[in-house]
């Protein structure tokens, strides 16, 4: 079988390692380069709950998985998860740590702070003074922060090694969404926090402008559907952009005070992302448009499949991405990276996991095929608009941001299998091509799956990470 390189768009490594530097008993959990795969009762506690109490992607984890280009979202929690609805205090902690695992010392320190900027700041500092190289059983790994495509071909260059790239998920980094909890945003200090970020040795090269809470900036889309009541979402939900929102968009995007910031477009509003993409389309070169950790609707913006090949199961949810989304993606040459969130890819009843397990081959066949059915109804929409059905899919994982992973596709160790299941439903669907144009079904299936899992990144690194 080939081996098959990776970039994922999107990946916490920082999440519970950071969280759990604020805990004196940590015993190792808060080490970048520690290695675990999910124990018996691990599993079944995902099977039965959804709940990942396992490490997904360590930076050793990474690399034996064949990543090769890990870009790294730092996320400061918002308030909103530990001070919402009935969860406060106490229970808050309780229950947000059973959830995200990051350690009960920093859920109560989030619970007190009125910063998110300087949260920014302190997870952004705990990834530069990690060690950048481990050994094991006499072989060398390295993990080095690129600061642009000319550095990542270099990093690339070396053996067992992985370039790192920072990213950001929701722009309330920059110190907004505090209204509730009595503090209004403050444009100087927004705009300022931005031009800091701009100035750092290395810049984040996307920002993830919404996310599951109230921004100040722009709507968001519900994301927290299994928390029920305990978290109100509710404000600032499905919203377009504010005005503040524009002048930070402008912000982010533009040349001045360093490189550009581009914009991810998971977690807006579907609102937000029209008027994201009627922006972007009058600039004279459009940004390219990037869904960092994403699923497919199967459906266009008026809840309609004009395609019968794909399944009724993927899942419908705002928060996944509709036809029109995609082909913004396509024809701006941006990225759709699919997340490995089984409740993003497809309906609850088709990602039910069994208590009893499978064998480890079965499930991750399985697990492929409803990846698959992702992949295939990007890849023909694409194509029946006439834009290149392949090059704008790529992996962004979401691993260790509290998902719930496919059945067999635990870890960043799972990578390889999974590689090798999707080349088989790769060259099974050629034989059957649902393709219009030639251009498309000309590919082979060994290059469609070197472009989903690697090519696609790099290549859209070549042109915008520069």
Not at 109 to 117: G, I, V
Not at 396 to 417: C, H, M, R, V
């Amino acid at each position: 079988m080939p081996s098959f390189p990776i970039t994922d768009f999107h990946v916490h490594p920082n999440l519970k390692t950071y969280g759990r530097t604020f805990d004196r008993r940590a015993k190792g959990t808060e080490q970048l380069w520690m290695e675990s795969k999910p124990g018996f009762w691990q599993l079944k506690k995902n099977a039965l709950l959804g709940l990942t109490h396992f490490s997904q992607a360590t930076y050793l984890m990474l690399i034996k998985g064949g990543v090769r280009v890990a870009m790294v979202s730092l996320y400061p929690f918002e308030k909103g998860f530990f001070e919402n609805g009935r969860l406060k205090g106490p229970l808050a902690e309780i229950i947000a740590n059973f959830i995200t695992q990051i350690g009960f010392s920093r859920i109560r320190h989030l619970q007190k702070q009125m910063d998110y900027f300087q949260e920014l700041a302190g997870e952004m500092d705990f990834l530069l003074r990690a060690e950048q190289s481990f050994e094991q059983n006499g072989v060398s790994y390295t993990a080095t922060w690129a600061e642009n495509w000319t550095n990542t071909q270099q990093i690339l260059a070396t053996p067992n090694s992985l370039a790192l790239i920072p990213t950001i998920e929701g722009a309330h980094v920059f110190n907004s969404g505090l209204g509730k909890f009595g503090k209004n945003p403050d444009r100087e200090e927004i705009l300022n926090n931005i031009r800091s970020v701009k100035s750092w040795r290395f810049p984040p090269f996307f920002i993830t402008f919404a996310h599951n809470f109230n921004n100040d900036l722009c709507g968001h889309v519900r994301s927290l559907e299994k928390a029920g009541k305990l978290l109100d979402q509710s404000e600032g939900i499905d919203l377009g952009f504010s005005e503040l929102g524009w002048e930070v968009l402008e912000h982010l995007t533009s040349t001045h005070f360093g490189r550009p910031i581009l914009i991810d477009v998971k977690h807006m509003s579907v609102k937000s992302r029209k008027e994201f993409y009627a922006w972007n389309n009058r600039r004279p070169d459009p940004l390219p448009v990037l869904a960092s950790h994403a699923g497919v609707a199967g459906l266009d913006f008026s809840k309609t499949s004009k395609n019968p090949n794909t399944p009724t199961w993927l899942c419908h949810d705002e928060i996944n991405f509709f036809d029109e989304d995609i082909l913004e993606i396509g024809k701006t040459k941006g990225i759709l990276a699919l997340q490995l969130d089984s409740s993003r890819l497809a309906n609850a009843a088709k990602i039910k996991k069994s208590l009893l397990g499978k064998n480890r081959e079965k499930a991750i066949g399985e697990s492929c095929q409803i990846l698959w059915a992702n992949i295939q109804h990007a890849a023909e929409i694409l194509d029946q608009n006439g834009l290149d059905a392949w090059d704008s899919i790529a992996i962004g994982s979401d691993f260790d941001g509290t998902i719930n992973p496919l059945e067999g596709i635990y870890t960043t160790l799972d990578f390889k299998d999974m590689a090798n299941a999707l080349l088989e439903l790769a060259k099974n669907y050629n034989k059957n091509s649902s393709l219009i144009f030639a251009k498309n079904r000309q590919i082979e299936p060994e290059a469609i799956i070197s472009k989903i899992l690697f090519e696609n990144g790099l290549e859209f690194l070549k042109w915008n990470f520069r």
